[in-house]
């Protein structure tokens, strides 16, 4: 048997074909692990997003009541109705 002299071309050519899919294959697992970071976050900011738009749809909802407007008519901006004096508690 004879053997060869100089470099083995295909010894060569064979590990930089499994060092470029091994580079790839760490790339790809790099970037799946990004885009999952991105999808968490965003699941969570759809939450408060969802949670902030149930809490504003029962503001609305309540709203739509003539007895809670009233309510926060006299509460809040101190209003009254005609003949009433307004109330308010002292502070100390």
């Given at each position: 048997m004879r053997k060869r002299?100089?470099?083995n071309w295909f010894a060569i050519f064979m590990f930089?074909?499994?060092a470029y899919?091994?580079?790839v294959l760490v790339s790809q697992q790099v970037h799946?692990?990004?885009v999952s970071d991105s999808q968490h976050l965003a699941d969570k900011r759809l939450e408060k997003?969802?949670?902030e738009n149930n809490r504003l749809r029962k503001e609305y909802e309540s709203l739509q009541d003539l007895s809670n407007i009233e309510?926060?008519?006299r509460e809040d901006l101190g209003l009254?109705?005609?003949g009433e004096m307004p109330?308010?508690?002292s502070s100390r």
């Open positions: 002299k100089g470099v930089l074909v499994l899919f091994g580079t799946l692990a990004h997003a969802q949670e309510k926060l008519a009254a109705k005609n109330y308010q508690m």
